[in-house]
């Protein structure tokens, strides 16, 4: 049965406005395979799949499921053919518990159009169990956490005959152990003979749980590998098309004095007592799982949230923050984990974007924008950072997701701080994207600024810092050297054991 296809797709054609999504492209996967669908943004991987769950209708091109010609014009024809995904963005009503999520535009009244609360309870809890979810069905959706969000999206895409579930970037807001969990969970469907489409931008993931990997790139399929037969190299290669070279850049920058002190900041029993140093010039990692106190203790910093305790000093002078306008001020910069609701105005131009932190630099005295003046600096900026953007007025919804973060960093970049504090700054972005932004990253660095990277990527953490620290509940738990730096020590750390 494994070398049975349940999914075929042949020569799917999808266009935009005459501008080709995706290009004759034939996708197999195997019945109880997990199967990785890799490329870097706009390669087609969501319009392939948004095609195969019925979100939008294909030009031309067949697809079979379990052998059969099948069409999809809509979600409810995907789930009668056995098809359920996962979006990055999740689709749950947060008034609503976990079960009547899960049950969400099921019939699930009795005789009298009275809904059986114990039997939708009592279906939800055998859901959960058999998926070893630790959920309890009775609890808002609001009320939990964004991992425990996820499995509930998972619960309910599993309720029904699912023999295809599409996974679109399922790590992107968990950490480490959360992320294992998930692993098991993709385990046991694969072993009940679901088969699972894996998207996602975290390569050491895709070599971990994966079976096969096809790479799109601008719209076409450029091939699929048996994982165990391949290598990280060649699949970036396919992805970016060319030779990939070091993924993370020499380290060639110099540290220098003592930028950044941080001495037992605390709030409440979020952050516990909390010290450390940055110098100038250095890459400070900053790892942990969920919930350890990593982004709580960036905001005390940034003066985004009020600190019960503690203090910090600048180049050894010590200063005040209440407000990001005072970090700012003192040459503190925070580039936010989530970058659509803190990082960038979406809705706004690059433009604005770019030099909103810094506005009066390039404002007159009756208040008049120095047009000619701000459109030099934010053309500086966009080659500096090489943003794939055709003009400064372009909308940042309209870029992609690396460029938005491009845009992101800009804003900060441009106001010359003397530290920059960096939270998951390549989530849910390509490889590509990933590798030019761990190069601004060093540039930063070479240039004597002191960064500060949060990520949940050991992977980048130990290739991109020259030291790293790791908390958990709240406290640091250790400080590891580039000679100690491993996954092994972080995760025991992470866990609160001794190294």
Same mark, same amino acid.
């Given at each position: 049965?494994?070398?049975?296809?349940?999914?075929?797709?042949?020569?799917?054609?999808?266009?935009?406005?005459?501008?080709?999504?995706?290009?004759?492209?034939?996708?197999?996967?195997?019945?109880?395979?997990?199967?990785?669908?890799?490329?870097?943004?706009?390669?087609?991987?969501? &319009?392939?799949?948004?095609?195969?769950?019925?979100?939008?209708?294909?030009?031309?091109?067949?697809?079979?499921?379990?052998?059969?010609?099948?069409?999809?014009?809509?979600?409810?024809?995907?789930?009668?053919?056995?098809?359920?995904?996962?979006?990055?963005?999740?689709?749950?009503?947060?008034?609503?518990?976990?079960?009547?999520?899960?049950?969400?535009?099921?019939?699930?009244?009795?005789?009298?159009?009275?809904?059986?609360?114990?039997?939708?309870?009592?279906?939800?809890?055998?859901?959960?169990?058999?998926?070893?979810?630790?959920?309890?069905?009775?609890?808002?959706?609001?009320?939990?956490?964004?991992?425990?969000?996820?499995?509930?999206?998972?619960?309910?895409?599993?309720?029904?005959?699912?023999?295809?579930?599409?996974?679109?970037?399922?790590?992107?807001?968990?950490?480490?152990?959360?992320?294992?969990?998930?692993?098991?969970?993709?385990?046991?469907?694969?072993?009940?003979?679901?088969?699972?489409?894996?998207?996602?931008?975290?390569?050491?993931?895709?070599?971990?749980?994966?079976?096969?990997?096809?790479?799109?790139?601008?719209?076409?399929?450029?091939? &699929?590998?048996?994982?165990?037969?391949?290598?990280?190299?060649?699949?970036?290669?396919?992805?970016?098309?060319?030779?990939?070279?070091?993924?993370?850049?020499?380290? &060639?920058?110099?540290?220098?004095?003592?930028?950044?002190?941080?001495?037992?900041?605390?709030?409440?029993?979020?952050?516990?007592?909390?010290?450390?140093?940055?110098?100038?010039?250095?890459?400070?990692?900053?790892?942990?799982?969920?919930?350890?106190?990593?982004?709580?203790?960036?905001?005390?910093?940034?003066?985004?949230?009020?600190?019960?305790?503690?203090?910090?000093?600048?180049?050894?002078?010590?200063?005040?923050?209440?407000?990001?306008?005072?970090?700012?001020?003192?040459?503190?910069?925070?580039?936010?984990?989530?970058?659509?609701?803190?990082?960038?105005?979406?809705?706004?131009?690059?433009?604005?974007?770019?030099?909103?932190?810094?506005?009066?630099?390039?404002?007159?005295?009756?208040?008049?924008?120095?047009?000619?003046?701000?459109?030099?600096?934010?053309?500086?900026?966009?080659?500096?950072?090489?943003?794939?953007?055709?003009?400064?007025?372009?909308?940042?919804?309209?870029?992609?997701?690396?460029?938005?973060?491009?845009?992101?960093?800009?804003?900060?970049?441009?106001?010359?701080?003397?530290?920059?504090?960096?939270?998951?700054?390549?989530?849910?972005?390509?490889?590509?994207?990933?590798?030019?932004?761990?190069?601004?990253?060093?540039?930063?660095?070479?240039?004597?600024?002191?960064?500060?990277?949060?990520?949940?990527?050991?992977?980048?953490?130990?290739?991109?810092?020259?030291?790293?620290?790791?908390?958990?509940?709240?406290?640091?738990?250790?400080?590891?050297?580039?000679?100690?730096?491993?996954?092994?020590?972080?995760?025991?750390?992470?866990?609160?054991?001794?190294?």
């Amino acid at each position: 049965m494994q070398d049975q296809f349940i999914v075929e797709m042949r020569e799917i054609n999808k266009s935009f406005g005459g501008i080709h999504a995706i290009k004759n492209v034939s996708l197999e996967v195997k019945k109880g395979e997990v199967h990785a669908l890799v490329g870097e943004n706009g390669a087609g991987k969501s &319009t392939l799949m948004k095609v195969l769950s019925g979100a939008i209708q294909k030009d031309s091109g067949e697809i079979r499921i379990g052998g059969q010609p099948v069409d999809i014009h809509n979600s409810h024809d995907a789930k009668e053919s056995g098809v359920s995904i996962i979006y990055q963005e999740f689709a749950l009503a947060s008034e609503l518990t976990v079960a009547e999520n899960i049950f969400l535009g099921e019939d699930i009244s009795g005789k009298k159009a009275f809904v059986k609360w114990n039997v939708l309870y009592k279906k939800a809890q055998d859901l959960l169990d058999s998926v070893a979810f630790r959920l309890n069905p009775k609890e808002k959706v609001k009320n939990l956490s964004v991992a425990y969000q996820q499995m509930t999206e998972i619960a309910k895409a599993l309720n029904g005959n699912v023999k295809i579930l599409i996974l679109d970037e399922p790590t992107a807001v968990l950490g480490p152990q959360e992320a294992e969990k998930l692993f098991e969970v993709i385990k046991t469907l694969k072993e009940s003979g679901v088969s699972i489409i894996y998207i996602s931008h975290r390569m050491e993931e895709i070599f971990k749980i994966s079976d096969r990997i096809s790479v799109l790139k601008d719209g076409q399929m450029m091939g &699929t590998k048996k994982t165990k037969e391949t290598s990280l190299n060649e699949i970036i290669t396919l992805m970016i098309g060319r030779e990939m070279g070091e993924l993370f850049p020499k380290r &060639t920058n110099k540290m220098k004095e003592t930028v950044l002190e941080v001495k037992n900041i605390a709030r409440d029993q979020v952050v516990k007592d909390v010290s450390f140093t940055l110098k100038e010039g250095e890459i400070l990692g900053v790892a942990g799982l969920i919930g350890a106190g990593k982004t709580e203790t960036m905001r005390l910093i940034f003066g985004a949230d009020k600190k019960t305790g503690g203090e910090i000093l600048l180049e050894g002078e010590k200063v005040k923050i209440n407000s990001p306008v005072q970090a700012v001020k003192q040459g503190i910069s925070y580039v936010p984990e989530n970058r659509k609701e803190h990082g960038v105005l979406i809705k706004m131009p690059t433009k604005v974007n770019i030099t909103m932190p810094d506005i009066g630099h390039y404002t007159g005295p009756l208040g008049i924008i120095k047009n000619k003046e701000e459109n030099k600096a934010v053309w500086d900026m966009i080659n500096q950072l090489e943003i794939k953007v055709q003009n400064p007025g372009v909308i940042v919804e309209n870029l992609s997701g690396g460029n938005q973060q491009k845009v992101s960093l800009a804003k900060w970049i441009s106001i010359n701080s003397k530290v920059i504090i960096l939270d998951e700054p390549t989530r849910g972005v390509d490889v590509g994207a990933k590798i030019e932004i761990y190069k601004i990253i060093q540039r930063l660095a070479n240039e004597g600024m002191g960064v500060i990277f949060i990520s949940s990527e050991m992977m980048e953490v130990i290739g991109m810092s020259d030291r790293v620290l790791v908390m958990h509940e709240g406290e640091i738990s250790g400080e590891l050297n580039r000679k100690e730096l491993s996954e092994h020590n972080i995760m025991k750390l992470a866990v609160g054991q001794k190294v």
